[in-house]
């Protein structure tokens, strides 16, 4: 079996949207209504540490790779079918749309509001407002990430099938 680099774009792209679905999914599923269920100071104080302790390399490609992947992987298949090409259009514009630029223009503003809140000794209003400030927004924009990156990887398997059922096809 020969692999040729549009093989291995598709491949790195399907497991890094893949991995990155995972990760909202579970976030979206356990995490987050696991910690909102903790009072406002054990909340914030979670959301900090898990801030922290997500942004490391391994994270970031992850994460971010597929910014990449969907790139070379629309250029790559530029010459398929249309369908396949569309597919791999919106699964791109869905994963840069969706997760990325949702990422950086909202949930990093709100992890950065929440990174500058000294929590040692809060007043429980002050507590309450931060918490207030935060959690519904954060938790509606990280939403918007599950379901982007969630399609972004069915349009990617999609294609997969598409693109077997063309060559069974064409045999």
């Avoid at 999914?25 to 987050?32: D, I, R």
């Avoid at 398929?80 to 630029?101: D, E, H, K, P, R």
């Avoid at 400030?133 to 982007?148: A, D, G, P, Q």
Wanted: aromatic share 12%; hydrophobic share 45%; charged share 10%.
């Amino acid at each position: 079996m020969e692999f040729s680099i549009n093989s291995i774009t598709t491949i790195s792209t399907i497991l890094l949207t893949g991995l990155t679905a995972g990760l909202c999914f579970t976030w979206t599923n356990a995490v987050t209504p696991g910690i909102g269920r903790l009072d406002d100071l054990g909340y914030l104080q979670s959301f900090q540490e898990m801030n922290r302790a997500i942004i490391n390399p391994l994270f970031l490609v992850v994460f971010f790779g597929p910014f990449f992947t969907h790139i070379a992987n629309i250029y790559l298949n530029r010459n398929q079918s249309n369908t396949i090409f569309w597919m791999l259009f919106a699964a791109g514009i869905l994963y840069v749309a969706g997760v990325v630029v949702i990422t950086i223009f909202g949930n990093v503003p709100l992890n950065e509001m929440l990174e500058s809140t000294d929590l040692e000794n809060p007043s429980p209003e002050k507590l309450k407002a931060l918490r207030n400030s935060f959690e519904h927004k954060w938790n509606r924009l990280h939403l918007i990430r599950t379901i982007t990156s969630v399609l972004s990887l069915l349009l990617l398997i999609l294609t997969l099938l598409q693109n077997q059922f063309n060559t069974n096809t064409n045999l």
